[in-house]
């Protein structure tokens, strides 16, 4: 629908060219022709008896009574495919056909190309409304110049602007095609500025306005094959961000698709290279490099506006930037509207106010001229009792006095009437004087109410921004909870067997030292019959080595004497029994020494074993207990 209703724009243009006299209608031979050249430009195959067809001899005119719309929809758009033909091709036909007879710059001086023009003539078919006849609001003539001038880095002359917009015949019909091109004719914007220089900034507008084109320009980009870096001219749309290897888009070497998995992330530096960021797809990463920080900035913030558009379903960003102006622009009338009914009403305040007082202006004459007929009608009553008064004077003197004391009573009535009427007057002055002290509370009043509600719809805004915030926090604690429930379960679970393998460990330990103690007792009774033996063993040393000098017997000696003395024979060591005697004691010394050793290096195995079985087990329980006391 977008697509024909661009074509539809360029279409009505070459149309209207070729009614010359202005009736809404062209000849047959005509829409042939534009016919033709239209199914050339849109690439769709031509049927040159659809038109005959459609516009019978037997209807009224040059053109049926049904139109060359039903035609140009039956025929030509509905066979549209959107990729099988170039746009600017269509828009080139259209503008030869409408410039021949709209656009004549006054004196013959163009300070436009024919290029420079056909492409502001694009632009501003792309900034109108979809209705006819085309015109442009003031405000997206004001956006089209500053992007203009910002392009060539001149600042735009509100002056001139304000001096165009305000012309009459702008103001009457709107800002056509030609009355826009014809103020740009007029060279107030490039006053200083060369042609060259308009016309890049021109072009460059009309490739990121027209061309969908988001952003261009160099980057050195990291080769996938080779992991080499190259400078690449970059161009990204809002799908898709090809590279070339230069500007002029001749030689293309990549396209990269972008989508909602697409993400755009800043690296540190490396390899030489500063200002890096990298675009991740599902398949691969490409890495980037920018000339500084700021365009790194540009190229990511721009990336990430082309892959939003692409997530939410939008094929280009100034067609929603439109959009979003125009909202603008209908708030800014409703709001315009709104404040010239608020005015209507406060003029009928006004109003209700003046014929309020014109009552009591009314009120106020009334009771005046009741007044002055009283005082009249008193006062002849008056007159004429003071006639009659003169005449019976002096015959009732008495009735005189009574009457004038009357007269006098009545005339105090009077003046307190008069009072009463003179307050009645000031009271309906300040009466009239609060009307209009409250006339004017009620307009403050409007304009706070105005203020509150303006307050009231920005709390509304921010109260649903912390709703949202506060559910987004919600589903999270929930989500908390439930984790810390089913890690607090597991927990318990974890301390149920730990604590039940605490006891076993606890009644393993009773058991351990059990063994342990009466390991202590078997080996104090082994050590007790060590030492017993020990004892047994020097003992029998100690005889052994008793018997080892027998005595022998013993020689007589002849003294000089008469008595005999017995002579005892001692053993020489050389002796073989004595000899034999201690080697054989030697031998089993010695066999009893390394039995003795044996044992107890035996017994000393032993209890290292039971002490270091003990250790351990007692280590394990340790753990075991401060595992479950760090659980608990």
């Keep these: 629908m977008e697509l024909r209703a661009e074509l539809l724009k360029s279409i009505w243009y070459?149309?209207?060219?070729?009614?010359?006299?202005?009736?809404?209608?062209?000849s047959k031979s005509q829409l042939k022709v534009l016919s033709h050249n239209l199914y050339t430009a849109l690439n769709i195959p031509h049927n040159p008896v659809a038109l005959e067809d459609h516009f019978r001899d037997d209807d009224d005119g040059p053109v049926s009574n049904q139109g060359y719309m039903p035609y140009l929809?039956?025929?030509?758009l509905d066979k549209v495919v959107e990729g099988t033909f170039d746009k600017e091709n269509v828009d080139e036909f259209c503008w030869t056909l409408c410039a021949?007879?709209?656009?004549?710059p006054k004196n013959g001086v163009s300070v436009l190309p024919d290029k420079d023009a056909f492409h502001l003539w694009c632009l501003f078919n792309f900034l109108s409304e979809d209705k006819y006849p085309l015109i442009l609001a003031p405000e997206e003539v004001e956006y089209l110049l500053k992007k203009i001038c910002l392009a060539m880095s001149v600042e735009l002359s509100c002056v001139d602007i304000e001096d165009f917009i305000s012309q009459e015949a702008v103001q009457q019909s709107g800002i056509t095609v030609w009355a826009f091109l014809d103020f740009v004719n007029t060279g107030r914007l490039t006053r200083g500025v060369e042609k060259d220089s308009v016309t890049m900034a021109i072009d460059k507008v009309y490739q990121e306005i027209v061309g969908n084109i988001i952003k261009e320009g160099y980057l050195w980009k990291k080769g996938h094959l080779r992991r080499n870096w190259n400078e690449r001219w970059f161009s990204l749309r809002p799908s898709t961000l090809h590279y070339y290897v230069s500007e002029d888009h001749k030689e293309c070497k990549g396209c990269i698709e972008l989508d909602h998995n697409c993400f755009v992330e800043v690296l540190p530096e490396k390899e030489g290279k500063r200002c890096m960021f990298c675009v991740k797809t599902l398949t691969k990463t490409y890495e980037m490099s920018a000339s500084d920080t700021k365009q790194r900035q540009e190229w990511t913030t721009a990336i990430q506006t082309a892959i939003r558009l692409?997530?939410?379903g939008k094929n280009s960003l100034h067609k929603d930037l439109k959009l979003r102006r125009r909202e603008h622009r209908e708030e800014k009338e409703r709001r315009r509207t709104a404040k010239e009914e608020e005015l209507q009403r406060l003029c009928l305040l006004q109003g209700e106010r003046e014929s309020k007082l014109a009552e009591l202006e009314l009120l106020q004459c009334e009771a005046q001229r009741h007044s002055q007929a009283a005082l009249l009608q008193e006062e002849q009553k008056r007159r004429q009792k003071h006639e009659e008064l003169q005449r019976t004077l002096q015959e009732q003197l008495q009735q005189a006095e009574e009457v004038r004391y009357n007269m006098q009573a009545e005339m105090a009535l009077k003046e307190a009437e008069t009072d009463r009427q003179r307050k009645r007057i000031r009271e309906l002055e300040e009466t009239q004087l609060r009307l209009e002290e409250a006339l004017h509370q009620e307009i403050?009043?409007?304009?706070?109410?105005?203020?509150?509600r303006l307050a009231q719809a920005r709390l509304l805004v921010d109260e649903e921004e912390k709703m949202k915030v506060l559910l987004a926090l919600q589903e999270e604690q929930e989500q908390y909870i439930l984790k810390t429930q089913r890690e607090k379960q597991e927990l318990r679970q974890e301390m149920v067997t730990k604590s039940q393998a605490l006891e076993e460990a606890q009644h393993q330990l009773e058991k351990v030292r059990a063994s342990r103690h009466r390991m202590d007792q078997d080996i104090a009774t082994a050590q007790r019959k060590l030492r017993q033996a020990s004892t047994s063993v020097k003992h029998w040393n100690v005889q052994m080595n008793r018997l080892m000098h027998p005595i022998g017997p013993g020689e007589r000696r002849l003294s000089l004497g008469c008595s005999a003395v017995p002579v005892v024979r001692v053993p020489s060591l050389h002796d073989p029994s004595l000899c034999l005697y201690h080697q054989r004691s030697e031998i089993e010394r010695e066999k009893e020494r390394e039995r003795e050793n044996e044992q107890e290096n035996i017994?000393?195995?032993?209890?290292?074993?039971?002490?270091?079985?003990?250790?351990?087990?007692?280590?394990?329980?340790?753990?075991?207990?401060?595992?479950?006391?760090?659980c608990a």
């Design 100 to 104: 021949k007879k709209n656009y004549q």
């Design 73 to 76: 929809n039956k025929f030509i």
């Design 603 to 630: 017994e000393e195995k032993e209890r290292e074993e039971r002490v270091s079985i003990i250790g351990r087990e007692e280590r394990r329980l340790s753990q075991a207990s401060n595992g479950d006391m760090d």
């Design 14 to 26: 070459a149309f209207t060219s070729l009614d010359v006299e202005k009736s809404g209608k062209v």
């Design 310 to 312: 692409c997530v939410e």
């Design 444 to 452: 403050r009043a409007r304009q706070n109410e105005e203020a509150y």
